[in-house]
C-alpha cells in the first residue's frame, strides 16, 4: 500500500498526558500537512511542512502542540499536557506541488480520546 | 481569506436518481476547488479538482462537478445515484497562486442514497 498512513489509529489517553502521533506520506510527495477534524465539522488546517520545513501554523496550533518532519519524510505531532478539547480526529494528508497544485491525500487519520 | 459553504447538512435521494451537492466558495484570488468523500471510520478520499480550464470537471466513481465563477459555485453531481455514493461530501477551496496550499473545508454535506 502506498497511501498515506498513520499511526496508532486510535489513543485514549488521560488529560495532562503527553501523547504522539506519526505519519509517513506518500514517498515522493514533498509537502505534508496535519489536521484536525471534530464531529460534524470539515477538516481544519493545523500545520504544514514543505520538505523538512515547517511553514506555516495555525493559531488553532497552541504552544501545547509541536510538530515536526526531521528529514522531509515522516512526521510526528505531539500534543503536551492533554486536554478534554484536545479529543478529535487528527488527519495528515500529502502532496506534490512542485508543477502546480495537486489534491492532498490524507491518511486514516488518529482518533484521539483524553478522559 | 478563503471560505466554502456547504449550505445544505444532509441530502437525501432515491437510487438512480441525480444527485447535487451544493458548495459556494470565497477567496481572495482565482481559487482552487476540491471535492473529497469521508465514509465512516476512513480518511477523505479525493474526489475532483478544478484548477483551471473546462467549468465543467469530471472524477472519480461517476462524479463531476460544475465551476461557475460568477455564482461562485462548485457544485458537485452525480447522474444516476448508487446506495454505496451515501457518505460525507466535503468541498474545499485554496487560494491560488502563492498560498502554501493548506486547504479550508467547508462543513461537509451528508449524502443518503435510499434503494
Known amino acids: 500500500d502506498t497511501g498515506v498512513s498513520q499511526n496508532p489509529r486510535h489513543k485514549i489517553t488521560k488529560r495532562g498526558q503527553n501523547v504522539t502521533f506519526r505519519c509517513d506520506p506518500i514517498s515522493e510527495h514533498n509537502r505534508l500537512y496535519w489536521y484536525r477534524q471534530t464531529l460534524g465539522q470539515g477538516p481544519e488546517f493545523l500545520t504544514y511542512f514543505q520538505n523538512e520545513a515547517q511553514l506555516e501554523k495555525s493559531r488553532l496550533l497552541s504552544d501545547r502542540f509541536s510538530a515536526e518532519r526531521p528529514k522531509g519524510s515522516f512526521s510526528t505531532l505531539e500534543i503536551q499536557r492533554t486536554e478534554q478539547g484536545d479529543s478529535a480526529m487528527y488527519l495528515c494528508?500529502?502532496?506534490?506541488?512542485?508543477?502546480?497544485?495537486?489534491?492532498?491525500?490524507f491518511g486514516p487519520g488518529t482518533r484521539l480520546t483524553v478522559t | 481569506a478563503q471560505s466554502v459553504a456547504q449550505p445544505e447538512d444532509q441530502v437525501n435521494v432515491a437510487e438512480g436518481n441525480p444527485l447535487t451537492v451544493k458548495c459556494t466558495y470565497s477567496?481572495?484570488?482565482?481559487?482552487?476547488l476540491f471535492w473529497y468523500v469521508q465514509y465512516p471510520n476512513r480518511g477523505l478520499q479525493f474526489l475532483l479538482k478544478?484548477?483551471?480550464?473546462?467549468?465543467l470537471v469530471k472524477g472519480s466513481y461517476g462524479f463531476e462537478a460544475e465551476f461557475n465563477k460568477s455564482q461562485t459555485s462548485f457544485h458537485l453531481k452525480k447522474p444516476s445515484a448508487l446506495v454505496s455514493d451515501s457518505a460525507l461530501y466535503f468541498c474545499a477551496v485554496r487560494d491560488s497562486p502563492d498560498s502554501w496550499g493548506k486547504l479550508q473545508f467547508g462543513a461537509g454535506t451528508q449524502v443518503v442514497v435510499t434503494p
Open positions: 494528508a500529502s502532496s506534490q506541488d512542485r508543477t502546480g497544485p495537486h489534491e492532498q491525500y
Open positions: 478544478y484548477i483551471t480550464g473546462d467549468n
Open positions: 477567496v481572495s484570488g482565482n481559487p482552487y
